[in-house]
């Protein structure tokens, strides 16, 4: 985007115009597209409009060094000027693009909540499947439990056909449902520690 400039007829007051904007520009050359058309937009715009006020008699670009001169006095400085122009304009958001290091670090944090949300799930499944066979032995209790015997039976839940001869080989006997109950409470405490280092891993990334 470009301004129009201010043709003047005398080559004094051409010097003095393209002198001053050259400073101007230098000055707003940081700043973003849009912000820097308008602030020089709004100089060219002052220095013609005050030109035509101060002036009437004559046309803005037949004025000397003279009357030139006198305008840009009370304009100011551009550091002055545009200084009080970027304070009052809107200064648009520039674009930041993540490094490499932030961009491994976003990586590594997806994949280990990823992988956090797994074992917590995975946890809340053997809770489920640990109470559903606790239930299953008061229902059941010689058709549940865990039934092992080298080379012949390894059997762990619920038996499909009742055979007396693989209820003979129930390891846990009368503890089937303490030892749950303990393995559910292990569960459960491992879960809230899943849970705290899925937290942690949110903030710290």
Do not use: W
Not at 83 to 100: I, N, Q, W
Not at 130 to 148: N, Q, W
Not at 155 to 177: M, R
Request: with cysteine; net charge positive.
């Amino acid at each position: 985007m470009y301004y129009k400039e201010i043709q003047f007829t005398h080559p004094s007051s051409a010097r003095l115009y393209k002198r001053y904007m050259h400073e101007a520009k230098g000055l707003v050359e940081q700043l973003p597209n849009e912000q820097r058309f308008d602030i020089l937009c709004e100089i060219n715009s002052h220095i013609f409009e005050g030109l035509c006020y101060q002036f009437p008699n004559n046309r803005p670009t037949e004025s000397d060094s003279i009357q030139l001169k006198f305008i840009l006095d009370q304009l100011g400085s551009p550091h002055i000027f545009i200084a009080e122009m970027s304070a009052m304009a809107p200064v648009a958001p520039v674009k930041t693009y993540p490094s490499v290091r932030e961009y491994a670090y976003k990586l590594i944090s997806k994949l280990l909540q990823g992988l956090i949300s797994i074992v917590y799930y995975s946890i809340y499944t053997l809770i489920l499947l640990a109470t559903f066979l606790i239930l299953a032995k008061f229902v059941d209790p010689h058709g549940v439990g865990f039934f092992y015997s080298p080379n012949k039976f390894f059997i762990f839940g619920k038996l499909i056909l009742q055979q007396e001869e693989a209820t003979k080989y129930e390891q846990f006997g009368h503890y089937f449902i303490p030892i749950f109950l303990v393995i559910i409470s292990i569960l459960y405490y491992s879960s809230t520690l899943v849970s705290k280092l899925k937290k942690l891993t949110q903030h710290k990334y």
